[in-house]
């Protein structure tokens, strides 16, 4: 192979059979990248006598200061069943602007196996902030892939190689149910996200050990899951009705979705709180405004936007991965 045939990134990952990424990030001296890769990066390059141009020299460097977050499938519009994400995102655009970062909205179509690589090769971005639900796995696995450097809301796992942030599901759906048996409840309910998330079987692992502890058993006509949005919320308060119509209390794992059980327990002819109890999570701003006034989990919205933002930034400086697990708090208010 002759030498003018390798002058770019692209010749040298082809050689070291390795990414883009990893050579731009090698020819930065990034942490992320193991010693002999770079040492090996290095050597085809000088082999090859590469100078980089201007375009590229910034690219090597990763000097973008823009970080992608990666919401719901491109298909998605942002509506009002997305005021969870646009009031994490204030927190993450807060978070960013105080480390000199700019953030730029990102709806991947899932069925681009490569969009990862296109963000990050363009030099568009510096690395990502991974917020989707539903194929929130998928694209943390590819992330994790490719070498990509990002941060996750809503894994909680010590043995994780990547950076999260998130809040502490258990604890949350413990402190719903035990202030609903505290408060007289019998038949309580669970409504949750999609039961593939983690967020969404810790919160139920709380439920359920709140009803353990009080010497009651899990009734299966009492479960039922949605999406976070406020149609499968009332489809789900629809089908717990109709499987268990002397329910008395539910838990519903978002503020959005609770709002829209509400509206349907109403429809039944029954009232909130007196005929049924309940709890939302999060604490939206909507939350006190709704009558009756939502009782809800707190986590601290904004904080976390601004802990993902901090957090992401530490990792591309220094390396380090970080779990954060922050702690929540039961609002009561009317609803329960």
């Not at 809800?296 to 390396?319: C, D, E, H, S, Y």
């Not at 991965?321 to 609002?331: G, N, R, T, Y």
Request: proline share 4%; charged share 20%.
């Amino acid at each position: 192979m002759g030498k003018k045939t390798v002058q770019t990134i692209t010749d040298i990952a082809r050689i070291a059979n390795v990414s883009k990424s990893t050579v731009s990030r090698a020819l930065n001296d990034s942490p992320l990248v193991k010693e002999e890769t770079k040492a090996q990066i290095r050597a085809i390059a000088r082999q090859h006598n590469i100078r980089l141009n201007a375009p590229a020299r910034r690219l090597s460097l990763k000097q973008s200061c823009t970080i992608a977050l990666v919401t719901h499938a491109y298909y998605q519009e942002f509506s009002v069943d997305d005021l969870f994400t646009l009031e994490i995102m204030g927190g993450i655009a807060h978070g960013l602007h105080e480390l000199g970062y700019d953030m730029l909205v990102t709806q991947i179509n899932p069925r681009e196996a490569d969009w990862a690589d296109q963000y990050l090769n363009s030099g568009r971005v510096d690395g990502f902030i991974v917020l989707t639900y539903g194929r929130k796995q998928s694209y943390v696995k590819h992330l994790v892939e490719i070498g990509a450097p990002f941060i996750a809301w809503g894994f909680a796992s010590p043995n994780l190689s990547f950076s999260t942030v998130n809040g502490d599901n258990f604890s949350g759906g413990k402190q719903a149910a035990e202030h609903l048996i505290r408060t007289g409840r019998q038949r309580i309910a669970f409504l949750g996200g999609p039961a593939s998330e983690m967020e969404v079987q810790l919160r139920f692992q709380g439920y359920e050990s709140a009803l353990q502890a009080a010497g009651r058993k899990v009734d299966p006509a009492l479960v039922a899951y949605g999406d976070y949005c406020s149609s499968r919320g009332a489809e789900a308060m629809e089908h717990l009705l109709e499987a268990a119509p002397d329910l008395d209390a539910v838990f519903v794992n978002s503020d959005l979705m609770a709002i829209a059980a509400i509206d349907v327990i109403h429809q039944h002819g029954k009232r909130v709180p007196q005929d049924v109890a309940v709890i939302g999570y999060d604490d939206l701003s909507i939350a006190s405004y709704y009558q009756p006034a939502l009782t809800t989990v707190r986590q601290n919205i904004p904080l976390a936007g601004k802990l993902l933002a901090q957090n992401l930034i530490q990792f591309l400086r220094t390396g380090i991965v970080s779990q954060v697990s922050m702690p929540v708090e039961l609002i009561v208010r009317q609803s329960a």
